[in-house]
């Protein structure tokens, strides 16, 4: 009698849920988002408890390769002692002025950076909107991919994948990164990826790259609540610039009704989330790199790894990976665009450190901004967006205001530059 009762009260609560859970609702996707964050909480809390008790009993100063793992976790190195900075590796790395390229060298290296960013984030934006938003043929049947959360663990264990081998062939520092820290900026990582692709069931694609312009904005206020950090006047003037752009830009576009890529709500607050989380990542990473030193290389690797456990932990819980994987099975096409759209994010992300390696953060910035306005075109040319003279010209302000940010970042770093030297000639 109870096994019964307990069955039936099962089946009338799985019953319950099917209802609750529409696919096509548009407010499905916040029961998908309880679920991912109960997925994560499985491999967050029990590492959490050992990081604790690992602690509290001092488990991983033991000797013996059984505690290596544990060290990794909570020292970010395999060794006993932690070796102090090794000032002559970090020296191998920057080569010297006298071994600057030349002028033809360089223009060629940046011309190489360009073309890399620019082909593999337009492809992956042109996939990504393809993926999320259009219908794959089996017959006369046709039906889209829904689970976000599976794009967002190939993308993951590809740029794990890629990063890793990169390691393994060339030199670099010493790693000391706690392992568990990555954990935090993985999460929201991964979560910002998640509304992202979310997000495009029920905003367009330009929408989407132009709120990721205004990401500004959230960087600038989670800066100001984790770090107290302190802006100039041209970077507030700048983030108002772009918000008027972006306002202008949505009430450009309201006549866009074609299927989900009308702006609702739901759309809204995805993309919202988006912002959140990945300003919340930005001043994390931003934090490590200051605390630990990790060379970006490392920083990629061990920020995907801990995402691909978090969402290999949350599909086989939600089932994902069967979905997913039959989905592949009926469209072989999908597992095309699947892999082009990791393997160009994970390129992408190679281009990027190269980038700002060489040519350092300004040129890698008006770069992705000119990136930002070609797939903006592109999309607009593939899928038929329309957009009015208010939605054009928000789109204008927005690239503006951003210019005008970068123009005055480097008036002020020269004013900076110039002063500091008048002192020193002084002295």
Known sequence: MFRCGNASNQKASGHAVKIIIDENGETSWILRFIFTILGYATVFLPCYVLIHLSRRHNLHTLGGCQWRLLRLILTGTTSEIVAETDSSVSGTER???SESKSLYKKAISLCYCCVGLQVSYLLWGILQEKIMTREYADGDKTERFTDSQFLVFVNRILAFLFSGIYLLLTHQNIHRTPLYKYSFCSVSNTLSSWCQYEALKFVSFPTQVLA???????VMLMGKLVSRAQYKNYEYATAV?????MTAFLLGSGGDKKGNNVTTASGALLLCGYLIFDSFTANWQSALFKEHKPSSIQ???GVNLMSCLFTSASLIQQGGFFYSLSFAARHPIFIMDCLLTAISSALGQLFIFATISKFGPVVFTIIMTVRQGLSILLSCLLYKHHLS??????????????????????QHKKRKLD????????V
Do not use: H
């Open 95 to 97: 080569p010297s002025n």
């Open 212 to 218: 990721k312009s205004a990401k500004v904005i959230p």
């Open 241 to 245: 610039l772009i918000s008027v752009g």
């Open 299 to 301: 920083m990629m690797c």
């Open 389 to 410: 003279e208010m939605g054009i010209l928000g789109v204008f302000i927005v690239f503006l205001a951003i210019f005008l940010r970068i123009y005055y970042a480097q």
């Open 419 to 426: 002063s500091t030297d008048a002192s020193a000639s002084k």
